[in-house]
Structure formats: C-alpha cells, structure tokens
C-alpha cells in the first residue's frame, strides 16, 4: 500500500478538447479528494525541468514541445494507495491500449498526447507535487 497523496496534470490536448470535467469526474468517482488544483501552463523550461527523467528517451524533445504548448490543469488527489489506484484509473501510457472506461481510453488521442500524468511513485508524487503547489495551497 503506498500513501495518500499523487500529483496529476491534464495535458495540452485534453484541456483544449474539454475533457477536464469528464476526467474531474473520474477522479470523484475513483474516490479521490482534489487537494489542490489549477490551470497554469508551463513554459519549456518548465517542461524540460518536470521531465527530466526522461532527458535520454528518443521523444524527449516531444514531450517537452507538446506539454508547453498550451494550458494544463495540475492537481494533488488524496485516496488510500493514490499513486496505484490513480493509475489504474488512467490506463495504460498508450490510449490505445488503455481498459475501456480509463481516463486514457476516453481522453487519450495517441500515446504523446494520452490525456493525462500520473505520478509513478510516492517520492515522485511530493516533487511533482512540490514543483507547482505550496503547502498553503492543499486543503
Ligand atoms: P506519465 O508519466 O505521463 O503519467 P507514463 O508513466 O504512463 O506517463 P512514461 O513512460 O513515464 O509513461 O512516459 C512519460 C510520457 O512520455 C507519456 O505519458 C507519454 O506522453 C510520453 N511517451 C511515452 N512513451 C512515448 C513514445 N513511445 N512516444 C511518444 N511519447 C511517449
Ligand atoms: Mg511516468
């Protein structure tokens, strides 16, 4: 069981396509609480910065493109075991490899643009946490 709190974004193409509300939705209906929430944009720095981790993947310079071209909605959701459960709610990296009814296979439109982040990890959910809200900000 992993703890109570994992870090979320609704990328460029899912804001735009008004999937926010359906995927608040989910996320409701999964039982998590919305801790924190906002639209910001990040710039590519910010983009380059967030996924880091990713710096020597073939679709690096993609992904940072992609997740700075436009708004996003990034969020803390509080459930039991969140990180797990958060991605069983997702689906799979691939949208079109996601189960039926995940947020992937209902919002995703291919791989790079697949709707949604979710933290992989309990220490990489408080740093992403970490990177957009400040403690005052969870409630
Ligand atoms: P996320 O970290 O966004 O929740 P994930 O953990 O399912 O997704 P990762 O392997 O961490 O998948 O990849 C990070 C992101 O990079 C993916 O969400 C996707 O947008 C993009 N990505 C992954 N694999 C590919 C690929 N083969 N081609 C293009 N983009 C990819
Ligand atoms: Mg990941």
């Known amino acids: 069981m ?3 709190r994992t870090f979320t974004m609704i990328k460029p193409t899912a804001y735009k396509n008004n999937c926010t509300g359906q995927i608040i939705q989910k996320i409701y209906e999964g039982g998590f609480h919305i801790a924190a929430m906002k ?5 590519k720095k910010d983009a380059e910065k967030f996924y880091e981790i990713h710096a020597e993947r073939p679709f690096y ?3 940072v493109d992609f997740m700075s071209s436009g708004p996003i909605v990034a969020a803390i959701l509080e459930k039991e075991n969140a990180v797990e459960d958060y991605r069983k ?3 799979a990296t691939n949208p079109a490899e996601a189960e ?10 291919s791989i790079g643009e697949n ?13 992403e946490g970490d990177f957009f809200f400040s403690e005052r900000e969870l409630h």
């Open 2 to 4: 992993s703890g109570k």
């Open 100 to 109: 039926k009814g995940t947020v992937r296979a209902m919002c995703g439109t």
């Open 115 to 127: 709707a949604v982040h979710g933290s992989d990890s309990d220490d990489n959910a408080k740093i």
């Open 39 to 43: 639209i910001t944009k990040l710039s």
């Open 61 to 63: 310079g993609e992904l």
């Open 89 to 91: 709610l997702i689906g």
